[in-house]
Nanobody, 118 residues
Framework: QVQLVESGGGLVQAGDSLRLSCAAS????????MGWFRRAPGKEREFVAS????????KYADSVKGRFTISRDNAKDTVYLQMNSLKPEDTAVYYCAADTTMTGYHYWGQGTQVTVSS
């Protein structure tokens, strides 16, 4: 079992930055990949970014590439999402997730709201 708790969301203006954090517990953190997803109002949940267990490989959705950076600190059991140049269309609930078996994300946090005003 893995427990995930996100933090760092808030209300910002377009062009601002935010850093989301996701603290993990329950299993050895440096043995599984992590991802960030988001769900905007009225839309399906979508992939944002992912990082492998050691932090050497990352992937991004095209919509955030060049603006968002995913990273992890295995000593702190935490994954981060640095979000720069935020846009109103980034408004969503952001979720972190853990892929402990390389078959998909089976553990999810409760989400943190990010609202970007124009």
């Amino acid at each position: 079992q893995v427990q995930l708790v996100e933090s760092g969301g808030g209300l910002v203006q377009a062009g601002d930055s935010l850093r989301l954090s996701c603290a993990a517990s329950g299993r050895t953190f440096d043995t599984y990949a992590m991802g960030w997803f988001r769900r905007a109002p009225g839309k399906e949940r979508e992939f944002v970014a992912s990082i492998n267990w050691i932090g050497s490989a990352t992937k991004y959705a095209d919509s955030v590439k060049g603006r968002f950076t995913i990273s992890r600190d295995n000593a702190k059991d935490t994954v981060y999402l640095q979000m720069n140049s935020l846009k109103p269309e980034d408004t969503a609930v952001y979720y972190c997730a853990a892929d402990t078996t390389m078959t998909g994300y089976h553990y999810w946090g409760q989400g943190t709201q990010v609202t970007v005003s124009s």
